[in-house]
């Protein structure tokens, strides 16, 4: 992977996809609550055979029971996410199209049910926040949702030596919670983000015997290649507080919800509603 190419690192994440665990994927208890989201709409809107819009090519999202008659359409910029992740097709009216999220191929006010899964996490804030915002409130129905699993942080944030320590005390249940909680923690301030190449210097600082480490906690299998892979790579995630996003979805969106999954690091990520206004 080149060090400062976007396109390669979404081709690698493509690739790791089977390897990576919830949270950084939904599992059952994030999908249960979008379903129930979807088939609220679903009631209030008189059983309309829903046409949803899906930020991304998240199978688990792709492949949960509908209601008869929708029309799902993703809307992915990364062909390697497009070609190894996108589960193909698992539903008649299923397509996907490559494409830009702050301009989709999509008509104005088509979409009853937009719904994605962490993509703001791939956002600058709050500008690119407030232009993915724009583009939602063009495409969704006046009495259409947002359904946006969260990739977020709680106040006060963690310091990456904090989080290293509580791994080695065995209070962190898995490698991809340590993952997420340490490139959490070394984001200083939201508009700057965090650098994957400043989450492998934590790493590095505080993790320097990592088979051992991996071993020890029973990490899967290429663990320590996946934090190694970080060297030096400028691609920088954003991570919000709820308050954050609502604020900066605020006033074309209202939120509705915010729905807590029961797992692991379930406070980070929330499923929110959000109606247009």
């Given at each position: 992977m080149r060090?400062?190419?976007?396109?390669?690192?979404?081709?690698?994440?493509?690739?790791?996809?089977d390897t990576m665990e919830p949270p950084l994927r939904p599992c059952p208890k994030d999908t249960a609550i979008m379903r129930r989201l979807v088939d609220e709409w679903y009631g209030s809107a008189g059983n309309r055979s829903p046409r949803v819009?899906?930020?991304?090519?998240t199978p688990e999202i792709a492949t949960m029971p509908w209601p008869g008659g929708t029309r799902l359409l993703a809307v992915d910029s990364s062909p390697g996410m497009i070609r190894h992740v996108w589960p193909g097709r698992s539903w008649p009216n299923a397509a996907v199209v490559q494409g830009n999220w702050l301009a989709m191929p999509v008509r104005s006010g088509s979409s009853d049910v937009v719904i994605?899964?962490?993509?703001?996490?791939?956002?600058?804030?709050?500008?690119?926040?407030?232009?993915?915002?724009?583009?939602?409130?063009r495409v969704v129905r006046p009495d259409g949702i947002l359904a946006l699993r969260l990739f977020g942080r709680r106040d006060p944030s963690e310091w990456p030596a904090e989080v290293v320590e509580s791994m080695r005390a065995g209070l962190i249940g898995s490698f991809s919670a340590f993952r997420l909680r340490l490139m959490i923690s070394v984001q200083k301030d939201l508009a700057s983000?965090?650098?994957l190449a400043d989450v492998w210097e934590a790493w590095h600082e505080g993790v320097q015997e990592p088979e051992t480490v991996a071993r020890a906690f029973g990490w899967p299998p290429g663990a320590v290649k996946i934090m190694e892979r970080y060297r030096g790579v400028?691609?920088?995630?954003?991570?919000?507080?709820v308050e954050e996003l609502a604020d900066v979805f605020s006033p074309e969106f209202s939120l509705a919800?915010?729905?807590y999954p029961e797992y692991e690091l379930g406070d980070y990520h929330p499923t929110l509603l959000f109606r247009p206004m």
């Open positions: 060090e400062n190419d976007p396109a390669d690192f979404w081709e690698d994440r493509a690739l790791q996809w819009l899906i930020l991304g090519v994605g899964d962490g993509f703001l996490s791939n956002m600058s804030y709050p500008e690119g926040y407030r232009a993915v915002k724009e583009e939602l409130r983000g965090v650098k400028q691609v920088a995630v954003t991570y919000p507080t919800g915010c729905f």
